[in-house]
């Protein structure tokens, strides 16, 4: 079965500290991820994608790969109070074809001022 | 990226009644997806939906209870049938964004609508 996993927190950051948040995923041959936030009643937003291995970087945004350990992380650093949020880890499963995104449970992220 | 609605928004539904939700983007795309995000949980895709062709759905979820229609290339519809509170959720759709590169399917950046919230009483 595919899976994602992710911890659901709530992972609490001082404003200014780096926020790390961490996704597992099952299926070795998964080769595109993806990092949306949710906001309280709102629908998810894309803010990173990553497809090869290593860092990809966006603003305060860096995406990590290592497909390895199966393994894919985002730094937000400098947080700030708007980035409270829950933040969603996303795979799709196959390389080809048109597929669906298979997502984590979220990781629900507190910037403390 | 492409600017998504749905309609309705919200809606409060009977048991044993249909719903159906419609999704409208600015732009033609050639694929597009409906998701259920039930209360407090993560995302589950119901189908996909390619134009002029059925829809393809996941496990767990079949086309009696939930057909789709895909009549064009900036329009999809998914009716929730015969209701019961279980289908109490949030569904939304979401299109696909092709990447450039030799392999274009890999880089599948998705976006979504606002969401239809249904509960069902």
């Known amino acids: 079965q595919k899976e994602v996993e992710q911890n659901s927190g709530p992972l609490s950051v001082p404003e200014g500290a780096i926020a790390s948040l961490n996704c597992t995923y099952s299926d070795r041959v998964s080769q595109s991820f993806f990092w949306y936030r949710q906001y309280s009643g709102k629908s998810p937003e894309l803010i990173m994608s990553?497809?090869?291995?290593g860092d990809k970087e966006d603003g305060r945004f860096t995406a990590q790969l290592n497909k390895a350990s199966q393994y894919v992380s985002l730094l937000i650093r400098d947080s700030q109070p708007s980035d409270s949020a829950t933040y969603l880890c996303?795979?799709?499963?196959?390389?080809?074809?048109?597929?669906?995104?298979?997502f984590g449970k979220g990781t629900h992220l507190i910037i403390q001022p | 990226s492409a600017v998504i609605s749905q309609k309705p928004s919200r809606d409060i539904c009977q048991r044993g009644t249909s719903l159906t939700i419609q999704c409208q983007v600015d732009s033609q795309v050639t694929m597009m997806f409906w998701y259920r995000q039930q209360p407090g949980q993560s995302l589950t895709l119901i189908a996909t939906?390619?134009?002029?062709?059925?829809?393809?759905?996941e496990s767990g979820f079949v086309i009696d209870k939930f057909p789709i229609s895909r009549p064009n290339l900036t329009f999809s519809t998914l009716t929730v049938s015969n209701m019961s509170p279980e289908d109490s959720s949030i569904y939304l759709c979401s299109v696909e964004r092709l990447g450039r590169g030799i392999y274009p399917r890999k880089y599948n950046e998705q976006f979504f609508g606002p969401g239809t919230r249904l509960t069902v009483l």
């Open positions: 996303a795979v799709i499963y196959s390389g080809g074809g048109a597929d669906g995104l298979t």
């Open positions: 990553i497809y090869s291995n």
């Open positions: 939906a390619n134009q002029g062709s059925e829809a393809t759905y």
